[in-house]
């Protein structure tokens, strides 16, 4: 069972950047593809972004298209996702998670996930 950490969150001012990480040990990263998900206070779960495997394929929620960028690099085990143009609605506790098989958007097909790291923008 890979298990992830993730790392990188914090307090920023709206409109700063933040880099998460999310480091997997126990496996190898690169046979699952990866996903990036948040969950602010009271609300549910919510699928921010995702990466295929070979971090050929990206794909994004809507409110964070053009402002977020994921990645990975499989030679650290490690993936990445870089916030840019944050705002207070973006406030949450994010979450990396993999699977086995092609990127989804699904909490539920995502058997593996990390402890989370809060980021807080403030305004």
């Known amino acids: 069972q890979v298990q992830l950490v993730e790392s990188g969150g914090g307090l920023v001012q709206a409109g700063g950047s933040l880099r998460l990480s999310c480091a997997a040990s126990?496996?190898?990263?690169?046979?699952?593809?990866m996903g990036w998900f948040r969950q602010a206070p009271g609300k549910e779960r919510e699928f921010v972004a995702a990466?295929?495997?070979?971090?050929?394929?990206?794909y994004y929620a809507d409110s964070v298209k053009g402002r977020f960028t994921i990645s990975r690099d499989n030679a650290k085990n490690t993936g990445y996702l870089q916030m840019d143009s944050l705002n207070p609605e973006d406030t949450a506790v994010y979450y990396c998670?993999?699977?086995?098989?092609?990127?989804?958007?699904?909490?539920?097909?995502?058997?593996?996930w990390g402890q989370g790291t809060q980021v807080t923008v403030s305004s």
């Open positions: 998670a993999n699977r086995r098989g092609a990127p989804s958007g699904r909490p539920a097909d995502f058997g593996s």
């Open positions: 126990g496996g190898t990263l690169s046979s699952y593809s």
């Open positions: 990466i295929s495997w070979s971090g050929s394929r990206t």
